[in-house]
């Protein structure tokens, strides 16, 4: 029997860390009794048990848990720490050769030049060794039990825990069980059908300018489509204060383009959102609490020019009233008492001012409450409370943005706290496969700097996104606090945010009949962008083919009908590939050869139809349905940079020609298939092969302009005889060629030679040992008309010495 300690309770507060305490020493005690008895029958019944299974036996049939190992583990191991005493909390021991800065913290050293003194610059030096993340594993393996919000399982790391480091350097996790989840799921289902039986209908309504079918509109017609108006008052342009002003002629791009046109729709969306909100009071009276939730907070200024689109409108008698981290505890108190008086005053607040301990509902008395019911403008759900409280009314939220810390700064000086909270934020995303090493390296660089930076692209990452819909999901909790209702809540939605909310793990948790009504709509939102993602993938499918069909087999087909013409655009596209394999830093016009994936990749899988004629399907993961190939860079990359090491001579002329690139490294536009197999990989080759008879002496002739890629160039022998060459790239995942297949097609085209000379067959990667090609293509022949070379060079990157032994002794 375990005893309550009463001293630990006469006390009038009681400490975590007492409790903990108390509750080792019990469980030692626990587990001390559990491996005695575990001793006894292991004597008793002459099992043939370790200690470690004759007390987990012992604890299994003490909690009766056989069916749930984990915890019987998790006592086990625990306890026998416990026992011993021993707590290894080292780095190694927790975290193991984990290398981000999580666990091993980072150094961060800034020199600065001192203009002001004879001599002496100033050295910074900043030291972090403990993250929250190591603070909060460290803390969970020595025994204390945290419980974490909800939130913090979030997949994403930005205004959040790293939950995922945490989890994998946590040794025990405990998850609720699965009888108790789906009683909870229950339990919440139970709710939000009883709030649909009293009579709720959640309005979703989209937020966007009415105009479509145009890129352009003056900033003049832009207003009078917004406001409905056919004569704009010049105050409204004069009174704009956002930086740049505005004025009637201003052309504004609809894709928001430019800092002046992102902002103009964004407050023209607030506006909308405003109008919006009056109607509805109009309507319903009764109902006269809404909350504008944006990204910045709002200035005098901005307030004041909202106010004058109202008034220009007839609706000047609005209320506005900003709130924000400073003042939330005055303001709140005063926009409730306006509520409470029946009266429309809309909350006008960012994401960031409202906490989740922040309440927004407010009292009303039993009258007000009969009205409500009786107007049908409100309902009661389950039982009434002595104390009436109502929820808010109605919402709108701006679509997030700034999650992922801006990183361009233009005229802003450096800040070093920002510049800490960059590294760490960077780290993170890159830790967690978001965005490439060389990605963290330049966006770092590019505050340090004050370079350009493509801030939008980062918006696009899953964990932004994802961080953004928590803001919002948090927002609209603001409306679910009491069991009184207005019965048609109303929820407006930044067109943009939808992006936002667009992810799976919202749809697998327990939340609001506000949440699942905007969830629902975001639902038959995505279907319908499935199926336009759907269209646009084939159109880029099509656009893709296009390209591809020139350079596999429009250009070949040319070639063959008029080979002296053609040879120049041939070669003028051969070397636009070589030096572009990647199309990340390449124009528009580049990039079209390449296919764009929206993460970077080393590596993808395709579907192809005839001699890569025509693509089916690509994408970074394995595709269905298709006979499936795949292009590994990051293997071909690995072979190449080998090559590379040991051959600093080629890796210092291909630097020269601009041909050299690192496959390794992940990349968002990859060349099409066909232009990298049929293209690339041969210009490569033969390239290499051009510099190995550089380096050795040897001359390489370029075929006659009738003879042009009939072979790819020709050597001449000490005795001035000519041998053409014929390089490849042939390698173990392609299918394999007969010997005698290819000398057929070698005797075709030499008979649109002008001479019969031998012709020399070298491959650029050495095989396997006995592979396929070894015996098909490179056995030794009896024929003279043809000579085969199985490699340039070896498996470990050297160049093959007996190529280079038979071109010094053979070719001049």
């Not at 504008?292 to 220009?312: D, T």
């Not at 609209?476 to 207005?486: D, Y």
């Not at 090491?645 to 990859?670: M, R, T, V």
Request: glycine share 4%; with cysteine; hydrophobic share 35%.
């Amino acid at each position: 029997m375990i005893k309550s300690d009463k001293e630990l309770y006469q006390h009038s507060e009681l400490r975590l860390s007492h409790v903990l305490k108390h509750l080792q020493k019990l469980v030692r005690f626990f587990v001390q009794n559990a491996q005695k008895i575990g001793q006894n029958v292991t004597r008793a019944e002459r099992k043939d048990w370790t200690a470690n299974e004759a007390t987990a036996y012992i604890i299994r049939s003490i909690l009766d848990e056989s069916n749930e190992e984990d915890k019987t583990t998790y006592i086990l191991s625990r306890l026998q720490d416990g026992i011993t005493g021993k707590f290894d909390l080292t780095t190694e021991k927790l975290f193991g050769d984990n290398q981000s800065i999580y666990a091993n913290g980072y150094e961060y050293l800034q020199i600065m030049s001192n203009d002001d003194k004879t001599f002496g610059d100033h050295v910074y030096w900043y030291h972090s060794n403990f993250s929250a993340e190591r603070l909060l594993a460290f803390l969970a393996n020595k025994w204390h039990v945290y419980g974490l919000s909800a939130t913090a399982k979030s997949p994403t790391m930005l205004n959040n825990f790293d939950y995922q480091w945490v989890e994998a350097h946590v040794k025990n996790n405990y998850q609720l069980s699965t009888p108790l989840e789906k009683e909870l799921d229950k339990e919440n289902k139970d709710y939000l059908a009883a709030e649909k039986r009293a009579g709720i209908s959640v309005s979703i309504t989209s937020v966007d300018l009415p105009i479509k079918g145009q890129d352009t509109i003056f900033a003049k017609d832009l207003l009078q489509r917004v406001l409905m108006l056919n004569y704009i008052p010049s105050e409204l342009f004069t009174a704009y204060p956002e930086e740049g002003g505005l004025r009637p002629n201003d052309v504004i791009s609809l894709a928001g383009d430019g800092q002046m046109s992102f902002t103009l729709l964004r407050n023209l969306k607030t506006v909308q959102a405003l109008i919006t909100f009056v109607k509805s009071y109009n309507k319903r009276p009764l109902n006269p609490a809404y909350v504008l939730f944006k990204n910045k907070k709002v200035s005098e200024e901005l307030l004041y020019w909202y106010k004058l689109c109202l008034k220009v409108i007839g609706m000047g008698r609005v209320s506005l009233t900003v709130v924000d981290a400073q003042n939330v505890q005055q303001e709140i108190p005063l926009i409730k008492k306006d509520w409470i008086n029946g009266k429309l005053n809309i909350m006008v607040t960012t994401y960031a001012a409202l906490g989740r301990g922040i309440n927004l509902h407010y009292s009303i008395d039993a009258k007000t409450l009969t009205e409500l019911v009786k107007s049908k403008n409100g309902v009661t759900i389950g039982k009434q409370m002595q104390n009436l409280s109502k929820d808010i009314d109605g919402e709108y939220l701006e679509a997030p943005t700034h999650i992922a810390t801006w990183i361009g700064r233009g005229d802003e000086q450096f800040s070093i706290k920002k510049m800490l909270h960059i590294i760490g934020e960077q780290d993170a995303l890159y830790g967690n496969g978001h965005i490439t090493r060389a990605t963290y390296r330049k966006n770092l660089y590019a505050y340090i700097n004050g370079g350009p930076v493509n801030n939008y692209r980062q918006n696009d990452l899953q964990p932004v996104k994802v961080a953004g819909g928590v803001y919002m999901e948090q927002a609209l909790g603001r409306m679910a606090r009491t069991n009184i209702k207005s019965s048609r809540p109303l929820v407006l939605i930044d067109n943009a945010a939808k992006k936002n909310l667009l992810s799976n793990y919202l749809n697998n948790k327990r939340t609001t009949l506000e949440m699942a009504a905007v969830l629902n709509n975001i639902g038959e939102i995505e279907a319908e962008l499935k199926k336009e993602k759907a269209r646009l993938l084939y159109e880029k499918l099509n656009m893709a083919n296009e390209i591809q069909h020139r350079f596999t087999v429009w250009l070949p087909s040319q070639l063959q009908q008029d080979r002296q013409g053609t040879k120049e655009l041939w070669q003028r596209a051969r070397e636009l590939i070589l030096k572009h394999p990647f199309g990340d830093a390449a124009p528009v016009t580049i990039q079209r050869l390449h296919w764009q994936f929206e993460k970077a990749v080393n590596k993808y899988y395709f579907a192809i139809e005839g001699d890569y004629s025509r693509l089916l399907a690509i994408d970074a993961t394995p595709i269905q349905n298709y006979n499936q190939h795949q292009f590994d860079f990051a293997h071909y990359g690995k072979t190449l940079n080998k090559i590379y090491e040991a051959n600093s001579w080629l890796k210092e002329d291909f630097d020269l020609l601009g041909y050299y690139h690192d496959f390794e490294k992940p990349h968002h536009y990859q060349l099409l298939p066909g232009i990298f197999n049929n293209f690339y990989r041969p210009a490569l080759s033969e390239e290499v092969f051009k510099v190995i008879c550089k380096y050795l002496g040897i001359k390489v002739y370029p075929m006659a302009d009738n003879e042009f890629e009939l072979f790819d160039c020709y050597l001449q022998t000490k005795d001035k005889k000519k041998v053409f060459v014929d390089i490849k790239d042939y390698n173990e995942t392609t299918n394999a060629t007969e010997q005698t297949e290819v000398f057929k097609k070698a005797r075709l085209k030499l008979a649109n030679c002008t001479e019969n000379n031998p012709v020399y067959f070298i491959n650029f990667r050495q095989l396997q040992p006995n592979s396929k090609y070894e015996q098909k293509l490179f056995s030794p022949q009896s024929d003279r008309q043809f000579f085969t070379c199985s490699s340039m060079f070896l498996a470990d990157g050297k160049l093959n010495s007996q190529l280079a032994k038979n071109l010094l002794d053979y070719f001049e």
